[in-house]
Every structure is written in C-alpha cells, then in structure tokens.
C-alpha cells in the first residue's frame, strides 16, 4: 500500500515546502490566540502522520502550543517505502528552516516524531536548535534483538543528552522494537514514558497525549 498523505483531524493550515528531496507537507495547528510553544512531529516509516498518537497530539493546542505535523516528502509522492535517513534529515532541517523563516516557530520549540521520525529529530535536534525533543515509540533495535545489544540504536537518543537538550520517550509496553525499561536502561538521562499497546501504541492514545502534555508542562515551569 502507498503512503499518502492525509490531513490532521483538526482545523489546520497547509504548507508545502520544496526541499531538496521533494515536496514536503506541513500542517499547522494554531492555538487560540499567541503561541507560547511550538512542537513540530514527524511520523514513521511505514505511513505519514494520520497516526492516531500524532494526530491526538494536536489537542495541545489547546494548551497555547502550536502543533506543526510534518509529512516527508516521499509519502507526499506517493512512494511506499521510506526513503534513506540522510535524505529524511534533510528535508527535516530544510522545513524546519522554511518554518523559522516563516515565522511559524514560536516560544520554546520541541520538535519530535515517531519510530523513523522520532530517529530523525533525535539526529537533527542540536542543528535544528530545537529546545528540547520528544520521541515517541523510538525503535530501539530490531525486533528479536533484546540480547543483543550491539544491534540497539543508542547513539542518536544519546547524542540528545550528551547536548543536554531534555529527551522524552513515550514507549508501549509490548513495543518489539524495546519496550520502557530497555529503553532506560540504553538511554540514561531520558524521561521514559511506559504507556498501553505495541510500537503502534493503543487506538485511542490518551495516554500518549497525557505523557506528552505532563512533561511539556513540567518543562515550562
């Protein structure tokens, strides 16, 4: 099945962005009034962000936050698979670029994603000048591989703390790609969430927007 992309549930602004991998989608979701914060998501690897984790997470809004979702250029053209982490880095950095320029980035900015896109705001937050980072369901190592720990990604979740920039990981419980305690123990330093469901999370992802919202109010103060 092809990725396309489909809008955010909540009234929105489109933006297109032309990078130098493609067309990029944007979808703003503005708060009643001034932003006091912007959090910029980006989705995974296998669809785009009509995820219902990151579609629930523009509820914080509601909060005073501009929520920004992010659709890759590859899933705007329709492919299947993603294409290559430094092609995704760089079409990140180039609408995160397009959204400082445009004023979009308001307040303290986090950005973040899921699975792949939580990877890409991982490798890109010190560039990007990001305030602080949000992964969500990150995957760790393959499926299988607990035991093996030569195999887990630590290095992009490290890079994060080591900038000293806050990291929080909201992680299902029966995620194969390393459920919560894997992923304290790989990152110390991170905030690790543990919420209901596998790498997908639950259907209704409460307790992911609960999590996210906790710790951003958390940060603010």
Not at 93 to 116: D, K, P, T, W, Y
Not at 147 to 157: L, N, Q, Y
Not at 174 to 195: E, I, L, Y
Request: glycine content about 12%; charged content about 20%.
């Amino acid at each position: 099945m092809m990725a396309t992309p489909v809008p955010p549930t909540r009234a929105h602004r489109r933006l297109d962005v032309e990078t130098l991998r493609g067309t990029a989608r944007v979808y703003v979701v503005d708060p009643n009034g001034a932003a006091d914060g912007t959090l910029v998501l980006g989705h995974g690897a296998g669809k785009g962000t009509n995820t219902p984790d990151l579609d629930g997470l523009t509820a914080l809004a509601d909060d005073g936050r501009r929520v920004v979702l992010v659709d890759q250029p590859w899933v705007v053209a329709g492919r299947r698979l993603a294409t290559p982490p430094k092609t995704l880095d760089e079409a990140w950095l180039a609408v995160i670029e397009h959204l400082r320029a445009a004023g979009e980035i308001e307040g303290r900015f986090v950005q973040g994603g899921r699975s792949a896109g939580a990877r890409v705001a991982c490798r890109t937050a010190a560039q990007c000048g990001a305030d602080a980072v949000v992964a969500l369901a990150f995957p760790l190592m393959p499926p299988g591989k607990l035991d093996v720990p030569e195999k887990w990604r630590t290095s992009e979740a490290q890079s994060v703390v080591e900038a000293e920039i806050p990291l929080l990981v909201v992680q299902g419980a029966t995620d194969t790609f390393g459920g919560p305690d894997a992923v304290r123990d790989a990152v110390p330093g991170a905030q690790v969430v543990g919420v209901q469901g596998p790498h997908g999370f639950s259907k209704n992802p409460t307790d992911v927007v609960d999590a996210v919202r906790g710790w951003l109010t958390n940060l603010s103060e």
